[in-house]
């Protein structure tokens, strides 16, 4: 599986962003995509979760600013994020779970995770 962010950058407190994730060689055994982020010097957090049958999970920190998306058509993952805060820079990952963790999604941590992207940086100040 190889996983490809973009849509980061920078914008003000109070903006919104869309980062995407396309994503190659998807087997659908994988029950969760997630999206992850990690500020320098913190550990690695795990926002968003959505399962194969669509079921969205969300972290406290995100939920009500931030959705998570997929289109299976276009082989996308996306997270829409409004309401932006200086808390919210971080550099940002989409992860594809491990085949079989069906607790990938409610539980969010790396270790359920075993395929990752690059990264793509947010900035809000």
């Known amino acids: 599986v190889q996983l490809v962010e973009s849509g980061g950058g920078s914008v003000e407190i109070g903006g919104s962003l869309r980062l995407s994730c396309t994503y190659f060689?998807?087997?659908?055994?994988?029950?969760?995509m997630g999206w992850f982020r990690q500020a320098p010097g913190k550990a690695r957090e795990g926002i968003a979760g959505?399962?194969?049958?669509?079921?969205?999970y969300y972290a406290d920190s995100v939920e009500g600013r931030f959705t998570i998306s997929k289109d299976n058509d276009k082989n996308s993952l996306y997270l829409e994020m409004t309401s932006l805060k200086p808390d919210d820079t971080a550099m940002y990952f989409c992860?594809?779970?491990?085949?079989?963790?069906?607790?990938?999604?409610?539980?969010?941590?790396?270790?359920?995770?075993?395929?990752w992207g690059q990264g793509t940086q947010v900035t809000v100040s």
């Open positions: 992860a594809a779970g491990t085949p079989g963790a069906l607790i990938a999604c409610t539980r969010r941590q790396e270790i359920d995770f075993d395929y």
């Open positions: 060689g998807y087997s659908s055994s994988r029950h969760c």
């Open positions: 959505i399962r194969r049958d669509g079921d969205e």
